[in-house]
């Protein structure tokens, strides 16, 4: 392939670009280009000049003499290889980073059928793709099409029946790594990989419910997403399996009522993620009764809540001094509730200093052991 | 270069190295010593199988601290996880330490699993 610059799209021009399958990506400044290119775990940073069309000579000498990327702003450009097929793409006038317009490509394969894929792109925002199976005798079928505003749509087996439908209330989200790709083949190739169909990044809020048939239309997997994560009872491979807050739990928990949960037990539980998927199943008053625990300290705007159990610890000199403690925090990016221990003091200079505060347990659980001290987060997430 | 600042994402803990802020490169002490991790991988999640992974940015295992990370990001360094938002970590050297819980006994505490 062969590398054509429009003179002078480099200046003012300075994000990184990812170009071909996010192997190889480019950034500019006004005057220097640096591309990048992965192999895998190593990356490689090489530098050039702009000088007009000199700069093709150097890509191809930092490149191995390959030239990566044909790119004409503006333009409808073809091309045909026997790695990624033949297709047919437009970058925006203006933008070399944008996609604009039409772009096909002939020989993607979708559930293992070749066949065409179309996708528009408007100012390099994903619009609208269809996937069109390649039958015999020069005929084809619509396997899908989806717009970015759809809720949900459905998609078919060659010979017309239903495959399976997906639904993501609040719209669809393509990465960039799938330009003129099939999307839905992402949840395909991680069936392949373990059996697991995390589809919810084809959403735009993380919340997905989605069903697959084989062809005589039985249920092959099915499962629902609600902020990024697994819940209720999903279907894999034909068989159920359970989930709370993503985590898979056994048929015996879920058929356990609530109140027949034993708390004390779920807190000495190691993983965190079991830990607050089983707790988020039983009331908050119901969780104090049970174990007659008792609040410390609580931050109403957080969520954030100390609390301390009946429950004697081993505090580390050999007696069963203290009290289990459990801070109570709220994961930021899901809105969930997390259930970690914390100590009911720290030594503090020889000294036995209580952590009786929601900010000083926390800060504890950062590895700061001195309660006067604190770890501020430009972000967390 | 200003003064670097502290991320978390979930359980980790990308925070400045106290004992030089306004150093940004990688020390030579540790340039030898430093093992590195190709995967770019921080953790991955026990059951859902989600990890914590940097992208633009290199990962070692911290030569004097056990079960901490040391994080040389590179331009547009970014750590991701399925469930979390992104954090863009600005050009620097930071030490990944992981949020830790109490367990009583000789042991005191651990590293958080999920």
């Known amino acids: 392939m062969y590398a054509m610059w429009k003179k002078g799209f480099m200046s003012g021009y300075r994000d990184a670009v990812e170009i071909t399958d996010g192997v190889k990506s480019f950034a500019t400044t006004a005057q220097t280009i640096i591309c990048r290119e992965d192999d895998g775990f190593t990356r490689r940073v090489r530098t050039g000049r702009w000088k007009g069309k000199q700069i093709i000579r150097e890509w191809k000498d930092t490149i191995k003499g390959k030239v990566v990327f044909w790119m004409k702003l503006g333009e409808f450009q073809k091309w045909d ?67 970015h505003t759809d809720k949900s749509f459905r998609f078919f087996w060659p010979d017309g029946k239903v495959a399976g439908q997906v639904e993501c209330p609040g719209g669809f989200r393509i990465q960039n790594s799938d330009e003129g790709r099939p999307f839905m083949n992402r949840l395909q190739s991680e069936y392949n990989e373990d059996n697991r169909a995390d589809m919810f990044d084809l959403s735009r809020d993380g919340n997905a419910a989605f069903a697959i048939f084989d062809r005589l239309g039985r249920v092959l997997h099915r499962g629902t997403y609600h902020d990024r994560q697994r819940v209720g009872e ?48 039983i009331p908050p008053e119901k969780m104090f009764k049970s174990c007659r625990g008792k609040i410390i300290h609580e931050i109403k705007s957080s969520g954030m809540r100390l609390i ?35 100590p009911d003091f720290v030594w503090d200079g020889g000294k ?30 | 270069m200003g ?12 925070l400045t190295r106290d004992e030089d802020r306004q150093k940004i490169e990688f020390p030579d002490k540790w340039k030898k010593h430093a093992k590195r991790i190709p995967s770019g991988v ?71 699993k999920d």
């Open chain 1, 352 to 381: 036995k200093t209580k952590l009786n505060k929601c900010e000083q347990a926390r800060q504890w659980t950062f590895g700061v052991n001195d309660p006067k001290k604190k770890i501020k987060f430009a972000k967390e997430t």
């Open chain 1, 234 to 281: 999903w279907i894999l491979n034909r068989r159920s399996v359970y989930f709370v807050r993503g985590v898979s739990i056994s048929k015996k928990i879920w058929d356990t009522p609530p109140e027949k949960l034993n708390v004390k037990k779920i807190i000495r539980m190691r993983n965190v993620q079991v830990r607050a998927a089983l707790l988020a199943r």
């Open chain 2, 42 to 112: 921080i953790a991955e999640g026990e059951i859902s199988g989600h990890k914590h992974e940097v992208t633009n940015g290199r990962l070692y295992d911290h030569p004097e601290k056990k079960g901490v990370m040391i994080l040389e990001a590179g331009e547009g360094c970014v750590v991701t996880h399925p469930e979390h938002k992104p954090i863009n970590v600005p050009k620097g050297v930071f030490e990944i330490n992981i949020q830790r819980e109490f367990t009583g006994g000789k042991e005191q505490s651990r590293k958080v």
């Open chain 1, 81 to 147: 290889n026997k790695k990624s097929g033949r297709g047919i793409i437009r970058y925006h006038p203006n933008s070399l980073t944008r996609l604009h317009g039409l772009t096909e490509v002939y020989t993607h394969k979708f559930r293992g059928r070749p066949g065409k894929c179309i996708t528009k792109y408007s100012w390099g925002k994903w619009m609208h793709q269809e996937f069109w199976y390649k039958l015999r005798g020069g005929r084809r079928r619509r396997a899908y099409s989806v717009h």
């Open chain 1, 308 to 342: 301390e159990l009946p429950v004697a610890v081993d505090d580390g000199n050999g007696g069963n001094k203290s009290k289990m403690r459990i801070l109570r925090v709220r994961d930021t990016s899901t809105n969930a509730f997390y259930y970690l221990r914390v």
């Open chain 2, 3 to 14: 003064r670097l600042n502290n991320y978390r994402q979930g359980e980790i803990l990308i």
